[in-house]
């Protein structure tokens, strides 16, 4: 069974910045596109960035200028650089691929941003 393991997640005030880290346990990760995703209480699980295997890139607007996605396939990890960090981005976030989520969920990392 694939396991998937975010972390990095936290407490930080506003405009902090954080780096979550996504590490999946399959030979398969450097040929999917990934995304990280995440979770505000109450509402649903959202893609807010995604990254191709060659590394091209898609952000959400909310996102966009602020967040920064990477991936080392050598390591089957993927990154999330988050700066300028808002209340309104407090969540859990998840890793998966993109579109289609083929992985089991992992517990996801969870972030909150207050001051």
């Known amino acids: 069974q694939v396991e998937v393991v975010e972390s990095g997640g936290g407490l930080v005030q506003p405009g902090g910045s954080l780096r979550l880290s996504c590490v999946v346990s399959?030979?398969?990760?450097?040929?999917?596109?990934m995304g990280w995703y995440r979770q505000a209480p109450g509402k649903r699980r959202r893609v807010v960035a995604d990254?191709?295997?060659?590394?091209?890139?898609m952000y959400t607007d909310s996102v966009e200028g602020r967040f920064s996605i990477s991936r080392d396939n050598a390591e089957n990890t993927m990154y999330l650089q988050m700066n300028s960090l808002m209340p309104e981005d407090t969540a859990v976030y998840y890793c998966?691929?993109?579109?289609?989520?083929?992985?089991?969920w992992g517990q996801g990392t969870r972030v909150t941003v207050s001051s």
């Open positions: 990254i191709t295997p060659d590394g091209r890139t």
């Open positions: 399959a030979s398969t990760f450097g040929r999917y596109r």
């Open positions: 998966n691929t993109s579109p289609a989520n083929y992985y089991v």
